[in-house]
């Protein structure tokens, strides 16, 4: 198994893994792993937006849904 390390985690964002993990009842750990795994297996988001705009004709017609959200700046510091 690999290990990685995450430097330079918001704060907020550590807070709502491990908010995340005490829901799911496992380590901060065995939660971002379990994101990260999911993550991964997901098809590529850019390829479903491609054959959906041939779907409906066009990207103009695709409906936007609302953010659920927050947005936040990225530290690229």
């Not at 964002?13 to 995340?20: E, I, N, R, T, Y």
């Not at 988001?45 to 990225?74: C, F, K, N, Q």
Request: glycine residues 8%; aromatic residues 0%.
């Amino acid at each position: 198994m690999a290990s990685v390390v995450i430097r330079g985690l918001d704060e907020s964002v550590k807070k709502q893994l491990a908010a995340q993990a005490r829901e799911h009842g496992r380590s901060m750990e065995a939660e971002a792993r379990d994101i990260l795994t999911k993550a991964t297996r997901q098809p590529h988001i850019g390829l479903a937006l491609v054959a959906a705009a041939r779907e409906v004709g066009g990207v103009e017609d695709l409906p936007v849904p609302d953010r659920t959200d927050l947005a936040r700046s990225a530290d690229l510091g």
